[in-house]
T-cell receptor, first 112, second 114 residues
Framework: QKEVEQDPGPLSVPEGAIVSLNCTYSNSAFQYFMWYRQYSRKGPELLMYTYSSGNKEDGRFTAQVDKSSKYISLFIRDSQPSDSATYLC????????????FGKGITLSVRP | DSGVTQTPKHLITATGQRVTLRCSPRSGDLSVYWYQQSLDQGLQFLIH???????AKGNILERFSAQQFPDLHSELNLSSLELGDSALYFC?????????????FGAGTRLSVL
């Protein structure tokens, strides 16, 4: 079993849709949870950063972490064509060293 | 722009050859991380350096080595290249290197081994 599992996709939605992206993990030492966005032929850029369980909102983006279920989610409201990219969940924790463990990523396409 | 600079952007070479990938971290960052991204494996951690010293190793092959220099730039050396080494190689940097640090990624080097 991989440490971090992410729905493989791809995912195609119409403009304006609500998008839900999810990851599950197995290592209970993970405490810091991130979502990175990667456009084609670019490096990953940090989108959301959460410590421990809870919700965090930033504009159209909401990150949720449920440590009891080892489950994290990213919600995108009012999705735009510019949101079309690959989304990667990533996590680390003191017990797991500072290296980031990534999900494989899901490619999202938002149709105008 | 993340502030992390990677060169070259693209590298084409033959099997058996050796290449060097270079990374300059963001100003003030002491930690440099190297990751490999392939279609089948996703983003995989290779190695972490903090202020010139190796901090952690991931699934890095013995044919691969890295170092961080006194000016904090880092180089990843890949030798005896195989077709399967073709991938995107990313460098990331962070301020200190702890688990809570945000890692900022460069644009990557695309390695093609023919």
């Amino acid at each position: 079993q991989k440490e971090v599992e992410q729905d493989p996709g791809p995912l195609s939605v119409p403009e304006g849709a609500i998008v839900s992206l999810n990851c599950t993990y197995s290592n209970s030492a993970f405490q810091y949870f991130m979502w990175y966005r990667q456009y084609s032929r670019k490096g990953p850029e940090l989108l959301m950063y959460t410590y421990s369980s809870g919700n965090k909102e930033d504009g159209r983006f909401t990150a949720q972490v449920d440590k009891s279920s080892k489950y994290i989610s990213l919600f995108i409201r009012d999705s735009q064509p510019s949101d079309s990219a690959t989304y990667l969940c990533a996590m680390n924790g003191w017990g797991a060293n500072s290296k980031l463990t990534f999900g494989k990523g899901i490619t999202l396409s938002v149709r105008p | 722009d993340s502030g992390v600079t990677q060169t070259p952007k693209h590298l084409i070479t033959a099997t058996g050859q050796r290449v060097t990938l270079r990374c300059s971290p963001r100003s003030g960052d002491l930690s440099v991380y190297w990751y490999q991204q392939s279609l089948d494996q996703g983003l995989q951690f290779l190695i972490h350096y903090y202020n010139g010293e190796e901090r952690a190793k991931g699934n890095i092959l013995e044919r691969f080595s890295a170092q961080q220099f006194p000016d904090l730039h880092s180089e990843l050396n890949l030798s005896s290249l195989e077709l399967g080494d073709s991938a995107l190689y990313f460098c990331a940097s962070s301020e200190r290197g702890g688990a809570g640090d945000i890692q900022y990624f460069g644009a990557g080097t695309r390695l093609s081994v023919l």
